[in-house]
């Protein structure tokens, strides 16, 4: 149990030597031509040959050979070749086994230095009786695998060689149910497509875990809670009760690898930055009084898919004057009157990566007295937070937070929101918290809130991406405040990449917020 303890404590600092999967040459994946399907591919064969050989269309997703708009010809998704998910699943089996042997001859009970992952897909979700949910994949699993089928499970396993292996569990084809879901890729297909060492159908998933686990008896990780396949979950808990096996929890090694992100991941994410800025600014000059926010959500949902985004990142808030003061208002049913402040908060979804942008914009294209007198104090307030990052007071997400806690305080006493005769940095911090209850930064990259175990207080490294939102929300029924600055929300947020050269970069620098450029653009479309 102290193992297990210290394994969930365990800091990023400690595995910073995760962040070798960046480098092809490194923990490179020993993949085989190992075809236990009968009729599994070869991986020296491209999957173009591959289709064109076989006569066979569309897999279970995109691919470069049916898609050559979205993925390159080198590309397993778009902007990620399958070099790199091998790469990936070799670094976090040698990460765990290293961290194994850190705790002496015995990990977990036994001298065993041999492991084996458990990872298992997303499923499709329902929204009534066979009316399903736009499909998502489990991001872990995605990240690991590029496979974007449902109902799947990857198991990878190390030995006391260090020698790594990958087996992919998927739906096998049938041409029924092909006929109503569309096309499966089948395991038939699964070795060279996602560069695994073995493929099988997902109903074998059972019989091949339990002869493999009795052969070599070894450790086994796998997060029960956060799977959603039935059948996988019903077989580990079963061997692992028979066997008297302790599960180990993975995901904290597969978050901290997810957290540095690759020199393709930073390109994916400067893209669904870039997409969701340009719309953000289209959105913002054709506001007018009389829209609806609803209409709003319609338009920033629409002019990220026409530029390629598979769909937007999360629910949006699009909220109108005083419902800018709800920090989670998603109802987006108001219309817009002439002297609202406009707060929305957005992103888009591209190529399996998020951004997450927020701006407040005036409806009539002018910020009353008020509105500018706090938009320009907040403004301000985010520049500086900024341009700590990574310098003293801004080294983690963290401090991030207490510096932008302590600035607002000060620059509410210079607007004479609150008392002048605070000083005390503890008693400012705890004013502008008042005003912002929430945090000023979070991870970002496959999901919104990504890697939501890496704690906020570990140290800002290249390869992170974050955001940075300071906000300020007055309730309408506030009394402590002057009556012309009641009913006022405003947040601004941008996305931040440390790149590989340590510099910070602003990743939706594109998207307008500076408050007289919001203002032109009024003019622009007038």
Known sequence: MIALRRLARSSLCKFRGIATYLSPKLCKAQVTNSTPTGNASSLGESL???????KIGNLGQPTSASHPHLIRSNELVPGVEMIEFQSRRNTLMKTLQSYARTMGNEFNG?????????????????????????????????YLTGCLEPDSALIMTIDESSNVQSILFMRPKDAHAELWDGPRTGPELAVGLFGVNEAYPIEQFNNWLAKRFTAGKPHLWFDAKLSEVQAVNESVLKLTSSEQSPLLPVYTFVESMR?????????????????????????????????????????????????????LAYPPVVAAGKNATIIHYVNNTQLLKPRDLVLMDAGC??????????????????FTDPQRTLYDMLAQLQKEVIETIMKPGGETLDQLFEVTCCKLGKYLQEIGLISKHLSDYKELASQGYRFCPHHVSHYLGMDVHDTPHVPRNTAILPGMVFTVEPGIYISPDRTDVPVEFRGIGIRIEDDILINQNNEVEVLTGSCIKDCRELEN?????D
């Open 259 to 311: 957290l540095l992100k690759s020199p393709a991941e930073m390109e994916l994410m400067r893209r669904t930055c870039e997409i969701a800025s340009q719309s953000f600014n289209e959105v913002i000059a054709e506001t007018r009084p009389g829209q609806s926010e609803h209409h709003l959500f319609a338009s920033i949902d629409y002019k990220c898919r026409m530029r390629d985004a598979s769909f």
């Open 110 to 142: 036994r001298s065993c230095q041999s492991h084996m992952v458990i990872l298992s897909s997303a499923t499709k979700k329902y929204m009534s009786g066979k009316i399903p949910y736009v499909f998502r994949q489990n991001s872990d699993f995605y």
């Open 349 to 366: 979804e591209y190529g399996g990566y998020t951004s997450d942008i927020t701006r407040t914009w005036p409806a009539g294209g002018t």
């Open 521 to 525: 653009l009024f003019k622009q479309k």
């Open 48 to 54: 173009l040959e591959i289709m064109l050989r076989q």
